[in-house]
Protein backbone atom coordinates (compact mmCIF):
# COMPACT_ATOMS: atom_id res chain seq x y z
CA UNK A 1 0.00 0.00 0.00
CA UNK A 2 1.28 3.50 -0.66
CA UNK A 3 3.29 4.80 2.34
CA UNK A 4 1.62 8.19 1.42
CA UNK A 5 -2.06 6.59 1.69
CA UNK A 6 -1.10 5.15 4.89
CA UNK A 7 -0.04 8.75 6.06
CA UNK A 8 -3.34 10.44 5.07
CA UNK A 9 -5.36 7.35 6.47
CA UNK A 10 -3.39 7.51 9.85
CA UNK A 11 -3.77 11.44 10.16
CA UNK A 12 -8.02 11.11 9.14
CA UNK A 13 -8.08 8.41 12.09
CA UNK A 14 -6.41 10.72 14.75
CA UNK A 15 -8.34 13.72 13.86
CA UNK A 16 -11.80 11.47 13.59
CA UNK A 17 -10.82 10.53 17.35
CA UNK A 18 -9.62 14.21 18.20
CA UNK A 19 -13.01 15.52 17.42
CA UNK A 20 -14.84 12.30 19.10
CA UNK A 21 -12.38 13.75 22.40
CA UNK A 22 -13.20 17.45 21.90
CA UNK A 23 -17.32 16.15 21.03
CA UNK A 24 -17.17 14.32 24.03
CA UNK A 25 -15.46 16.89 26.24
CA UNK A 26 -17.29 19.67 24.80
CA UNK A 27 -20.33 17.81 25.93
CA UNK A 28 -19.21 17.21 30.12
CA UNK A 29 -18.34 21.07 29.94
CA UNK A 30 -21.70 21.96 28.46
CA UNK A 31 -22.96 19.76 31.06
CA UNK A 32 -21.13 20.77 33.99
CA UNK A 33 -21.45 24.01 33.06
CA UNK A 34 -24.88 23.37 33.08
CA UNK A 35 -25.23 21.38 36.32
CA UNK A 36 -23.15 24.55 37.64
CA UNK A 37 -25.98 27.15 36.69
CA UNK A 38 -28.43 24.91 38.73
CA UNK A 39 -26.37 24.78 41.53
CA UNK A 40 -26.43 28.44 41.41
CA UNK A 41 -29.76 28.73 40.62
CA UNK A 42 -30.87 26.41 43.94
CA UNK A 43 -28.34 28.11 45.75
CA UNK A 44 -29.81 31.74 45.19
CA UNK A 45 -33.06 30.45 45.48
CA UNK A 46 -31.95 28.84 49.34
CA UNK A 47 -30.64 32.46 49.79
CA UNK A 48 -33.59 34.14 49.21
CA UNK A 49 -35.60 31.47 51.32
CA UNK A 50 -33.11 32.11 54.17
CA UNK A 51 -33.56 35.91 53.39
CA UNK A 52 -37.15 35.76 53.75
CA UNK A 53 -37.36 33.39 57.39
CA UNK A 54 -35.43 36.54 58.95
CA UNK A 55 -37.75 38.99 57.46
CA UNK A 56 -40.69 37.18 58.80
CA UNK A 57 -39.03 36.99 62.02
CA UNK A 58 -38.09 40.74 62.15
CA UNK A 59 -41.00 41.33 61.35
CA UNK A 60 -42.53 39.91 64.07
CA UNK A 61 -45.42 37.19 61.76
CA UNK A 62 -47.82 34.82 62.95
CA UNK A 63 -45.99 31.57 63.37
CA UNK A 64 -48.91 30.05 60.70
CA UNK A 65 -47.65 32.50 58.08
CA UNK A 66 -43.92 31.73 59.37
CA UNK A 67 -44.84 27.69 58.88
CA UNK A 68 -46.34 28.29 55.42
CA UNK A 69 -43.53 29.66 54.21
CA UNK A 70 -41.31 27.16 55.37
CA UNK A 71 -43.18 24.88 53.29
CA UNK A 72 -43.81 26.71 50.14
CA UNK A 73 -40.09 28.66 50.27
CA UNK A 74 -38.69 24.74 50.76
CA UNK A 75 -40.53 23.40 48.04
CA UNK A 76 -39.06 26.23 46.01
CA UNK A 77 -35.73 25.79 46.77
CA UNK A 78 -35.16 22.02 45.96
CA UNK A 79 -38.19 21.86 42.85
CA UNK A 80 -40.59 19.73 44.85
CA UNK A 81 -43.41 19.17 42.74
CA UNK A 82 -45.74 17.02 44.47
CA UNK A 83 -46.22 19.23 47.65
CA UNK A 84 -44.93 19.25 51.39
CA UNK A 85 -46.09 19.27 54.77
CA UNK A 86 -45.32 20.37 58.06
CA UNK A 87 -46.25 18.66 60.97
CA UNK A 88 -45.79 19.88 64.71
CA UNK A 89 -46.01 18.74 68.24
CA UNK A 90 -49.69 19.61 69.65
CA UNK A 91 -49.16 17.86 73.17
CA UNK A 92 -47.10 14.78 74.48
CA UNK A 93 -47.10 11.84 71.63
CA UNK A 94 -49.54 13.44 69.12
CA UNK A 95 -48.25 15.53 65.73
CA UNK A 96 -51.06 17.64 63.66
CA UNK A 97 -50.62 19.08 60.69
CA UNK A 98 -49.86 22.55 61.06
CA UNK A 99 -49.55 23.33 57.09
CA UNK A 100 -50.16 21.05 53.81
CA UNK A 101 -49.31 22.74 50.15
CA UNK A 102 -52.00 21.93 47.71
CA UNK A 103 -52.24 18.63 46.28
CA UNK A 104 -49.88 17.52 48.91
CA UNK A 105 -49.34 13.76 48.24
CA UNK A 106 -50.24 12.05 51.77
CA UNK A 107 -47.72 10.23 53.80
CA UNK A 108 -50.13 8.30 56.06
CA UNK A 109 -52.17 5.03 55.55
CA UNK A 110 -55.52 5.77 53.71
CA UNK A 111 -58.94 3.82 55.00
CA UNK A 112 -60.99 1.68 52.35
CA UNK A 113 -63.39 4.16 52.88
CA UNK A 114 -61.15 7.58 51.69
CA UNK A 115 -59.69 6.00 48.96
CA UNK A 116 -63.66 5.62 47.71
CA UNK A 117 -64.36 9.07 48.92
CA UNK A 118 -61.52 9.95 46.64
CA UNK A 119 -62.65 8.89 43.23
CA UNK A 120 -65.59 10.99 44.03
CA UNK A 121 -63.80 13.86 45.76
CA UNK A 122 -60.50 15.02 45.27
CA UNK A 123 -60.49 16.91 48.26
CA UNK A 124 -61.43 14.00 50.82
CA UNK A 125 -57.85 12.75 51.42
CA UNK A 126 -56.17 16.05 52.00
CA UNK A 127 -58.89 17.37 54.16
CA UNK A 128 -58.59 14.14 55.83
CA UNK A 129 -54.61 15.10 56.02
CA UNK A 130 -55.40 18.81 57.58
CA UNK A 131 -57.49 16.82 60.41
CA UNK A 132 -55.55 13.81 61.34
CA UNK A 133 -53.00 13.54 64.10
CA UNK A 134 -50.06 11.31 64.20
CA UNK A 135 -48.39 9.99 66.65
CA UNK A 136 -44.77 11.05 67.44
CA UNK A 137 -43.02 8.23 67.07
CA UNK A 138 -44.40 5.98 64.20
CA UNK A 139 -44.81 6.35 60.67
CA UNK A 140 -42.50 7.29 58.40
CA UNK A 141 -43.04 11.03 59.88
CA UNK A 142 -42.99 10.38 63.41
CA UNK A 143 -39.99 7.60 63.52
CA UNK A 144 -37.70 10.43 61.67
CA UNK A 145 -38.77 12.90 64.29
CA UNK A 146 -38.27 10.39 67.07
CA UNK A 147 -34.87 9.50 66.26
CA UNK A 148 -33.55 12.72 64.72
CA UNK A 149 -33.34 11.09 61.10
CA UNK A 150 -32.78 13.17 57.91
CA UNK A 151 -34.51 11.04 54.97
CA UNK A 152 -34.29 10.56 51.76
CA UNK A 153 -37.15 8.36 50.19
CA UNK A 154 -36.99 6.43 47.08
CA UNK A 155 -40.17 5.76 46.77
CA UNK A 156 -42.96 5.97 49.88
CA UNK A 157 -44.27 3.18 48.66
CA UNK A 158 -41.60 1.41 49.95
CA UNK A 159 -41.94 2.13 53.46
CA UNK A 160 -42.96 -0.16 56.19
CA UNK A 161 -46.34 2.04 56.80
CA UNK A 162 -47.47 1.64 52.66
CA UNK A 163 -45.66 -1.33 51.59
CA UNK A 164 -48.09 -3.72 52.69
CA UNK A 165 -50.95 -1.46 52.97
CA UNK A 166 -54.02 -2.55 50.93
CA UNK A 167 -55.62 1.03 50.15
CA UNK A 168 -53.26 3.49 47.74
CA UNK A 169 -54.73 6.54 45.60
CA UNK A 170 -52.76 7.06 42.67
CA UNK A 171 -51.25 10.14 43.69
CA UNK A 172 -48.85 7.78 46.31
CA UNK A 173 -47.30 6.18 43.40
CA UNK A 174 -43.61 6.70 42.23
CA UNK A 175 -43.45 9.35 44.59
CA UNK A 176 -40.36 9.86 46.46
CA UNK A 177 -39.35 12.41 49.72
CA UNK A 178 -36.81 13.89 51.78
CA UNK A 179 -38.05 14.46 55.36
CA UNK A 180 -36.20 16.44 57.93
CA UNK A 181 -36.63 16.46 62.00
CA UNK A 182 -37.22 19.62 62.98
CA UNK A 183 -35.22 20.52 66.70
CA UNK A 184 -35.02 23.98 68.56
CA UNK A 185 -32.04 23.13 70.66
CA UNK A 186 -33.36 19.57 72.43
CA UNK A 187 -36.93 20.41 72.14
CA UNK A 188 -38.40 18.51 69.68
CA UNK A 189 -40.92 20.88 67.47
CA UNK A 190 -42.07 18.48 64.75
CA UNK A 191 -40.99 16.72 61.21
CA UNK A 192 -41.44 18.60 57.55
CA UNK A 193 -40.91 16.69 54.57
CA UNK A 194 -41.34 17.45 50.67
CA UNK A 195 -42.05 15.21 47.64
CA UNK A 196 -41.18 14.85 44.26
CA UNK A 197 -41.68 12.09 41.16
CA UNK A 198 -40.02 9.18 40.35
CA UNK A 199 -37.09 7.48 42.13
CA UNK A 200 -35.84 9.63 45.50
CA UNK A 201 -38.66 11.99 44.42
CA UNK A 202 -36.32 13.50 41.63
CA UNK A 203 -33.53 15.04 44.09
CA UNK A 204 -30.06 14.81 44.12
CA UNK A 205 -27.46 14.41 46.66
CA UNK A 206 -26.69 18.13 46.20
CA UNK A 207 -30.89 18.56 46.92
CA UNK A 208 -30.59 16.65 49.77
CA UNK A 209 -27.97 18.37 51.31
CA UNK A 210 -29.52 21.51 50.42
CA UNK A 211 -32.39 20.44 52.06
CA UNK A 212 -30.85 19.53 55.65
CA UNK A 213 -29.50 22.22 55.78
CA UNK A 214 -32.18 24.39 55.12
CA UNK A 215 -34.04 22.70 57.67
CA UNK A 216 -32.19 22.96 60.20
CA UNK A 217 -32.01 26.86 59.77
CA UNK A 218 -36.14 26.27 59.13
CA UNK A 219 -36.07 24.94 62.83
CA UNK A 220 -34.59 27.86 64.54
CA UNK A 221 -36.71 30.51 62.94
CA UNK A 222 -39.87 28.46 64.01
CA UNK A 223 -38.01 27.97 67.45
CA UNK A 224 -37.13 31.52 67.41
CA UNK A 225 -40.69 32.83 66.48
CA UNK A 226 -41.97 30.50 69.01
CA UNK A 227 -40.27 31.47 72.25
CA UNK A 228 -40.82 34.94 70.92
CA UNK A 229 -45.13 34.44 71.09
CA UNK A 230 -44.77 32.99 74.10
CA UNK A 231 -42.95 35.95 75.33
CA UNK A 232 -45.53 38.56 73.71
CA UNK A 233 -48.47 36.47 74.94
CA UNK A 234 -46.65 36.56 78.48
CA UNK A 235 -46.15 40.50 78.34
CA UNK A 236 -50.22 40.55 77.64
CA UNK A 237 -50.72 38.51 79.97
CA UNK A 238 -48.92 40.72 82.83
CA UNK A 239 -50.20 43.62 80.79
CA UNK A 240 -54.04 42.77 81.60
CA UNK A 241 -53.26 41.33 85.01
CA UNK A 242 -51.54 45.12 85.97
CA UNK A 243 -55.03 46.42 84.21
CA UNK A 244 -57.48 44.19 86.44
CA UNK A 245 -55.60 45.19 89.57
CA UNK A 246 -55.80 48.49 88.74
CA UNK A 247 -59.07 47.90 88.51
CA UNK A 248 -59.81 46.04 91.35
CA UNK A 249 -58.07 48.69 93.18
CA UNK A 250 -61.01 50.51 92.44
CA UNK A 251 -63.18 48.47 94.01
CA UNK A 252 -61.52 48.52 97.39
CA UNK A 253 -62.17 51.42 99.40
CA UNK A 254 -60.21 54.52 99.16
CA UNK A 255 -60.59 56.34 102.17
CA UNK A 256 -62.01 54.94 105.65
CA UNK A 257 -65.59 56.30 105.85
CA UNK A 258 -66.38 59.42 108.05
CA UNK A 259 -68.84 57.91 111.37
CA UNK A 260 -69.69 59.21 114.21
CA UNK A 261 -67.70 58.02 117.37
CA UNK A 262 -66.19 55.37 115.01
CA UNK A 263 -62.22 55.22 113.55
CA UNK A 264 -61.57 52.76 110.53
CA UNK A 265 -58.74 51.49 108.51
CA UNK A 266 -57.99 48.97 106.14
CA UNK A 267 -55.16 47.24 103.91
CA UNK A 268 -55.06 44.61 101.13
CA UNK A 269 -51.90 43.40 100.32
CA UNK A 270 -52.65 40.78 97.18
CA UNK A 271 -50.19 37.46 96.98
CA UNK A 272 -49.63 37.66 93.34
CA UNK A 273 -51.30 40.59 91.08
CA UNK A 274 -54.88 40.22 91.98
CA UNK A 275 -56.58 39.04 95.15
CA UNK A 276 -59.58 37.08 96.12
CA UNK A 277 -59.60 39.11 99.28
CA UNK A 278 -61.93 42.20 99.33
CA UNK A 279 -62.98 44.63 102.28
CA UNK A 280 -66.08 47.14 102.25
CA UNK A 281 -67.61 49.74 104.04
CA UNK A 282 -71.34 50.35 103.64
CA UNK A 283 -73.53 53.48 104.46
CA UNK A 284 -76.73 50.91 105.79
CA UNK A 285 -78.82 54.02 107.26
CA UNK A 286 -77.70 57.36 108.73
CA UNK A 287 -77.66 55.31 112.23
CA UNK A 288 -75.66 52.28 110.78
CA UNK A 289 -72.18 51.65 109.27
CA UNK A 290 -71.39 48.14 107.77
CA UNK A 291 -67.72 46.64 107.49
CA UNK A 292 -67.24 43.79 105.74
CA UNK A 293 -64.25 41.38 104.60
CA UNK A 294 -64.16 38.20 102.84
CA UNK A 295 -61.73 35.45 101.41
CA UNK A 296 -62.47 33.31 98.08
CA UNK A 297 -60.95 29.92 98.03
CA UNK A 298 -57.89 30.18 95.48
CA UNK A 299 -56.08 32.99 94.09
CA UNK A 300 -55.82 34.92 90.61
CA UNK A 301 -57.92 35.83 87.84
CA UNK A 302 -61.11 33.37 89.04
CA UNK A 303 -60.61 34.37 93.10
CA UNK A 304 -60.73 38.25 91.55
CA UNK A 305 -63.80 37.70 89.58
CA UNK A 306 -65.87 36.14 92.49
CA UNK A 307 -64.70 38.86 94.75
CA UNK A 308 -66.04 41.31 92.33
CA UNK A 309 -69.72 39.86 92.16
CA UNK A 310 -69.75 39.08 95.76
CA UNK A 311 -68.94 42.74 96.67
CA UNK A 312 -71.60 43.84 94.25
CA UNK A 313 -74.19 41.81 95.86
CA UNK A 314 -73.36 43.11 98.95
CA UNK A 315 -73.93 46.56 98.16
CA UNK A 316 -77.34 45.29 96.66
CA UNK A 317 -78.85 43.71 99.40
CA UNK A 318 -76.90 45.62 102.57
CA UNK A 319 -78.50 48.70 101.59
CA UNK A 320 -81.19 49.55 104.39
CA UNK A 321 -80.72 46.06 106.17
CA UNK A 322 -79.73 46.06 109.74
CA UNK A 323 -79.01 42.68 110.20
CA UNK A 324 -75.45 41.51 108.99
CA UNK A 325 -76.69 37.79 109.35
CA UNK A 326 -79.75 38.77 106.77
CA UNK A 327 -77.44 40.08 104.46
CA UNK A 328 -75.49 37.43 104.01
CA UNK A 329 -78.19 35.15 103.90
CA UNK A 330 -79.54 36.54 100.90
CA UNK A 331 -75.96 37.13 98.91
CA UNK A 332 -75.47 33.19 99.59
CA UNK A 333 -78.70 32.60 97.63
CA UNK A 334 -78.00 34.82 95.22
CA UNK A 335 -74.46 33.82 94.62
CA UNK A 336 -74.65 29.75 95.18
CA UNK A 337 -75.79 29.24 91.42
CA UNK A 338 -72.26 30.51 90.32
CA UNK A 339 -70.34 29.21 92.28
CA UNK A 340 -67.97 25.91 91.31
CA UNK A 341 -68.07 23.13 93.26
CA UNK A 342 -64.48 23.27 94.78
CA UNK A 343 -65.16 27.37 95.53
CA UNK A 344 -66.46 29.25 98.68
CA UNK A 345 -65.68 32.31 100.35
CA UNK A 346 -65.21 33.06 103.75
CA UNK A 347 -67.20 36.35 104.93
CA UNK A 348 -67.31 38.53 108.01
CA UNK A 349 -70.00 41.24 108.31
CA UNK A 350 -70.06 43.53 111.21
CA UNK A 351 -72.55 46.60 111.91
CA UNK A 352 -71.21 49.14 114.29
CA UNK A 353 -73.79 51.81 115.31
CA UNK A 354 -73.54 55.49 117.30
CA UNK A 355 -73.73 54.36 120.39
CA UNK A 356 -71.32 51.80 120.37
CA UNK A 357 -72.58 48.47 119.86
CA UNK A 358 -72.28 46.86 117.24
CA UNK A 359 -73.62 43.24 115.68
CA UNK A 360 -71.11 40.72 113.87
CA UNK A 361 -72.25 37.82 111.69
CA UNK A 362 -69.83 35.31 109.86
CA UNK A 363 -69.92 32.88 107.03
CA UNK A 364 -67.24 30.47 107.86
CA UNK A 365 -64.77 33.45 108.48
CA UNK A 366 -61.43 33.54 110.80
CA UNK A 367 -63.16 34.96 114.53
CA UNK A 368 -62.45 38.76 114.88
CA UNK A 369 -60.59 39.89 117.39
CA UNK A 370 -61.72 42.03 119.79
CA UNK A 371 -59.65 44.47 122.33
CA UNK A 372 -60.35 45.67 125.67
CA UNK A 373 -58.72 48.90 126.53
CA UNK A 374 -59.74 48.62 130.39
CA UNK A 375 -58.22 44.44 130.71
CA UNK A 376 -56.17 44.45 127.89
CA UNK A 377 -57.27 41.49 126.98
CA UNK A 378 -58.16 40.41 123.79
CA UNK A 379 -61.20 38.26 122.64
CA UNK A 380 -62.27 35.56 120.46
CA UNK A 381 -65.86 36.60 118.51
CA UNK A 382 -67.14 33.44 117.22
CA UNK A 383 -70.78 33.56 116.25
CA UNK A 384 -71.76 30.42 113.99
CA UNK A 385 -71.97 30.08 110.04
CA UNK A 386 -71.04 28.23 107.10
CA UNK A 387 -69.26 29.45 104.09
CA UNK A 388 -71.00 31.05 100.98
CA UNK A 389 -71.40 28.90 98.19
CA UNK A 390 -71.38 25.91 99.99
CA UNK A 391 -75.04 25.59 101.10
CA UNK A 392 -78.25 26.59 98.65
CA UNK A 393 -79.64 28.17 101.53
CA UNK A 394 -81.70 26.19 103.79
CA UNK A 395 -78.82 24.94 105.95
CA UNK A 396 -76.93 28.36 105.59
CA UNK A 397 -80.00 29.87 107.10
CA UNK A 398 -80.28 27.62 109.71
CA UNK A 399 -76.76 27.79 111.43
CA UNK A 400 -75.97 31.48 110.89
CA UNK A 401 -75.91 33.65 114.02
CA UNK A 402 -75.50 36.44 114.95
CA UNK A 403 -73.43 38.26 118.16
CA UNK A 404 -74.35 41.64 119.24
CA UNK A 405 -71.38 43.96 121.91
CA UNK A 406 -70.67 47.14 123.46
CA UNK A 407 -67.67 48.72 122.24
CA UNK A 408 -66.03 51.65 124.58
CA UNK A 409 -63.71 54.03 124.07
CA UNK A 410 -59.95 52.92 123.33
CA UNK A 411 -61.20 49.59 121.95
CA UNK A 412 -60.26 47.35 119.06
CA UNK A 413 -62.01 45.16 116.86
CA UNK A 414 -59.54 43.18 114.18
CA UNK A 415 -61.05 41.87 111.12
CA UNK A 416 -58.65 39.57 109.05
CA UNK A 417 -57.95 37.28 106.49
CA UNK A 418 -56.13 33.36 107.07
CA UNK A 419 -53.01 34.91 105.19
CA UNK A 420 -52.00 36.50 107.88
CA UNK A 421 -52.31 33.41 110.44
CA UNK A 422 -51.08 31.29 107.40
CA UNK A 423 -48.20 33.08 106.97
CA UNK A 424 -44.77 31.20 106.66
CA UNK A 425 -41.68 31.97 108.51
CA UNK A 426 -38.83 32.74 106.38
CA UNK A 427 -37.68 29.52 106.59
CA UNK A 428 -40.81 28.00 105.47
CA UNK A 429 -40.97 25.95 108.83
CA UNK A 430 -44.00 27.62 110.93
CA UNK A 431 -46.99 29.68 110.34
CA UNK A 432 -47.72 33.07 112.10
CA UNK A 433 -50.49 31.74 113.60
CA UNK A 434 -53.56 32.68 115.66
CA UNK A 435 -51.70 33.14 118.56
CA UNK A 436 -49.08 35.04 117.10
CA UNK A 437 -51.15 37.69 115.65
CA UNK A 438 -53.75 37.94 118.93
CA UNK A 439 -50.32 38.46 120.52
CA UNK A 440 -49.03 41.25 118.22
CA UNK A 441 -52.95 42.92 117.75
CA UNK A 442 -52.76 43.05 122.00
CA UNK A 443 -49.28 44.94 121.90
CA UNK A 444 -50.67 47.67 119.03
CA UNK A 445 -54.15 48.14 119.86
CA UNK A 446 -52.89 48.65 123.20
CA UNK A 447 -50.27 51.27 121.89
CA UNK A 448 -52.94 52.98 119.33
CA UNK A 449 -55.65 53.36 122.03
CA UNK A 450 -53.19 55.72 123.80
CA UNK A 451 -52.97 57.56 120.05
CA UNK A 452 -56.37 56.76 118.72
CA UNK A 453 -55.03 55.32 115.23
CA UNK A 454 -56.58 52.14 113.90
CA UNK A 455 -53.88 52.47 110.98
CA UNK A 456 -50.83 52.44 114.14
CA UNK A 457 -52.56 49.00 114.43
CA UNK A 458 -52.22 47.93 110.81
CA UNK A 459 -49.04 49.59 110.37
CA UNK A 460 -47.43 47.26 113.52
CA UNK A 461 -49.23 44.18 112.10
CA UNK A 462 -48.04 44.34 108.70
CA UNK A 463 -44.22 45.53 110.30
CA UNK A 464 -44.46 42.26 112.04
CA UNK A 465 -45.75 40.18 109.78
CA UNK A 466 -43.04 41.58 107.38
CA UNK A 467 -40.82 40.56 109.55
CA UNK A 468 -41.90 36.76 110.18
CA UNK A 469 -41.82 36.14 106.29
CA UNK A 470 -38.80 37.78 105.90
CA UNK A 471 -37.66 36.10 102.20
CA UNK A 472 -40.28 33.74 102.20
CA UNK A 473 -43.00 34.69 99.47
CA UNK A 474 -46.12 35.67 100.71
CA UNK A 475 -48.42 32.62 100.19
CA UNK A 476 -51.94 34.34 100.19
CA UNK A 477 -53.73 37.52 99.71
CA UNK A 478 -53.82 39.58 103.44
CA UNK A 479 -56.18 42.09 104.57
CA UNK A 480 -57.04 43.50 107.75
CA UNK A 481 -59.28 45.92 109.08
CA UNK A 482 -58.97 47.72 112.22
CA UNK A 483 -62.01 49.06 113.86
CA UNK A 484 -61.56 51.84 116.85
CA UNK A 485 -64.66 53.04 119.49
CA UNK A 486 -63.80 57.04 119.89
Known sequence: ?????????????????????????????????????????????????????????????????????????????????????????????????????????????????????????????????????????????????????FALVSQITSEPELRDHPFLIADQQDVGAMIAPLYYGDKPLGVMAVMGDGVDGGFSAHDFDVFKSAAEQSAFALGSALVNQEVLAKRRIEDELKSAREIQKVLLPHRPPTFAGWKFAGTNVPASVVSGDYYDYIHVDPEHLGVVIADVSGKGIPASLVMATCRALVRMTAIGEISPAETLKKVNRFIFGDMHEDMFISMAYCIVMNDGQFVLARAGHDPPLLFRKKTGLVDRLKPGGLAVGIDKGAVFDRVSKELTGQMETGDCLLLYTDGATDAMDSNGAGEFSLDQLEKSFATAAAAAAELSAPRGVLKALTSELKKFVGSHDQMDDITLIAIQKQ
Open 1 to 149: MNPEFLGILALAVLVTIWLIMWQRRGGQLERLAKKQKEFEGEESRLFDYLHELGKLLYEDQPVPKIQKRIIDGMRKVVSANRGGCLYVIDKPGKLIPAYCSRKCVPLIPLTEELVGQHAVNAKAVSSHIKLHAIPDDEGMLGRRMAARE
